[in-house]
């Protein structure tokens, strides 16, 4: 059964820095791009990051770049989203996503359940 859990998530004051985990059962991800994607309340689910399996292609959304860094550890079966200067419009939900294939532009056919972050002084 493939799993993918975020952890990391949580209360930030404006500026701070968080640091979200993706790991993975039942699934190696070694050779699937993982992506990083944010529910706001009331709004739609947006894209922040993505990383291919190899992580030499690496895309960010527009509100992340700068800000945001992503990067895998395939030994560890985890990968990151370093997320610095933290401010009130990043308080969301965090999913990622496996796609299966070495590609950010594939399919996303694994979702982990999401992880809070908010940013608030």
């Known amino acids: 059964q493939v799993q993918l859990v975020e952890s990391g998530g949580g209360l930030v004051q404006p500026g701070g820095s968080l640091r979200l985990s993706c790991t993975a059962s039942g699934f190696t991800l070694d050779y699937s791009a993982i992506g990083w994607f944010r529910q706001a309340p009331g709004k739609e689910r947006e894209g922040v990051a993505c990383?291919?399996?190899?992580?030499?292609?690496?895309v960010y959304a527009d509100s992340a770049k700068g800000r945001f860094t992503v990067s895998r550890d395939n030994a560890k079966n985890t990968v990151y989203l370093q997320m610095n200067r933290l401010k009130s419009e990043d308080t969301a939900i965090y999913y990622c996503a496996a796609t299966g294939g070495p590609w950010c532009t594939g399919e996303w056919r694994y979702w982990g359940q999401g992880t809070q972050v908010t940013t608030s002084s």
């Open positions: 990383i291919s399996s190899n992580g030499a292609s690496i």
